[in-house]
């Protein structure tokens, strides 16, 4: 289950770079604001649930921090994801997580897409820390 208040990508449609600008969600895309992450960080968890298509098609998640919901200036890079490939096939379904700290209040998740990949499973959310999975 999501919370769409921690959700940044929620099934984003990927057909080339998303760039969230605002506080409403537009095609799946956020800018959140989480007042600051605190001495802990946030933890950020990028998931393809579907295999992407496409010739050469890359995404490449990357966390960006800023003091101004708009993001027109003063734009932090954080921790920039894997990229998730179509050469990939269905490896490229997966998650990364990755800890994440800023004193800046907004928050958004930049998808640079390449190639010609299609990818309408992509979710990037706050999540409350890596899986812990058990092997049995």
Sequence with gaps: MRDAN???HD???MTG????TSLTRADGSAVLD???SGAAGLWVQVTCTAAMTGSGGTVTPKVQYCADPAFGSGVEDGPT???ITTALGAASIGRVIKLC???LRYWRVLMTGGGTETANTVYADIVS???RDTIA
């Excluded at 770079?17 to 969230?20: E, I, N």
């Design 6 to 8: 921690l959700s940044f």
């Design 11 to 13: 099934g984003t449609t």
């Design 17 to 20: 770079t998303v760039t969230p």
């Design 34 to 36: 989480v007042g600051k």
């Design 81 to 83: 994801f894997p990229a």
């Design 101 to 103: 700290q800023s004193k």
């Design 129 to 131: 820390g890596p899986q």
